[in-house]
T-cell receptor
Framework: EPEVTQTPSHQVTQMGQEVILRCVPISNHLYFYWYRQILGQKVEFLVSFYNNEISEKSEIFDDQFSVERPDGSNFTLKIRSTKLEDSAMYFC??????????FGPGTRLTVL | AQSVTQPDIHITVSEGASLELRCNYSYGATPYLFWYVQSPGQGLQLLLKYFSGDTLVQGIKGFEAEFKRSQSSFNLRKPSVHWSDAAEYFCAVALVSGNTPLVFGKGTRLSVIA
């Protein structure tokens, strides 16, 4: 069964450094999403992406964040200058028609 | 604002016992409804979903959920819990217009005892 994959599974970085989190969505899906889950809190929406542009973004997704689909398979989330409060589990999701979203295993980001 | 409430933070049940996890939502109209499960160290796996039609939906791993419009609820049930069901369960909703963000509840952690 096709799955969403994410790399790395765990990323440790210093405050102020840039990080890129990578996702490979399910191959025939057209809609892509990033969510995050700070430890002990609920899963929160960051951004959605369709037809090579951002469809919607939350208040969390400020100028420090960007997304890109650099080729036909990858979908990336970049955090330009990480802060301590960016430490969280980041989930990528994809959807064929924009209704049911399938999630990857997540990348745990630790900012020191 | 739209919201999802899972009133139980932690539930412990005995293996073989029945289970019901509660979910209530606050939306202007009936949204799409989902239950996801997160096992330790794993991602979010879709258990089941409700878009329209029959209000009792069947999912994977023997789970079912019932949509009750009058109560704005979408409770998850399983008649006999297995030790492997121990995990975090998340209810989520999305607007019916499509390609809209999921709004999650805070989750219910399920522990299963022998």
């Amino acid at each position: 069964e096709p799955e969403v994959t994410q790399t790395p599974s765990h990323q440790v970085t210093q405050m102020g450094q840039e990080v890129i989190l990578r996702c490979v969505p399910i191959s025939n899906h057209l809609y892509f999403y990033w969510y995050r889950q700070i430890l002990g809190q609920k899963v929160e929406f960051l951004v959605s992406f369709y037809n090579n542009e951002i469809s919607e973004k939350s208040e969390i997704f400020d100028d420090q964040f960007s997304v890109e689909r650099p080729d036909g398979s990858n979908f990336t989330l970049k955090i330009r200058s990480t802060k301590l409060e960016d430490s969280a589990m980041y989930f990528c999701a994809s959807s064929a028609r924009g209704d049911t979203q399938y999630f990857g295993p997540g990348t745990r980001l630790t900012v020191l | 604002a739209q919201s999802v409430t899972q009133p139980d933070i932690h539930i412990t049940v005995s293996e073989g016992a029945s289970l019901e996890l509660r979910c209530n939502y606050s939306y202007g109209a009936t949204p799409y409804l989902f239950w996801y499960v997160q096992s330790p160290g794993q991602g979010l796996q879709l258990l089941l979903k409700y878009f329209s039609g029959d209000t009792l939906v069947q999912g994977i791993k023997g789970f079912e959920a019932e949509f009750k419009r009058s109560q704005s609820s979408f409770n998850l049930r399983k008649p006999s819990v297995h030790w492997s069901d121990a995990a975090e369960y998340f209810c989520a909703v999305a607007l019916v217009s499509g390609n809209t963000p999921l709004v999650f509840g805070k989750g219910t952690r399920l522990s299963v005892i022998a």
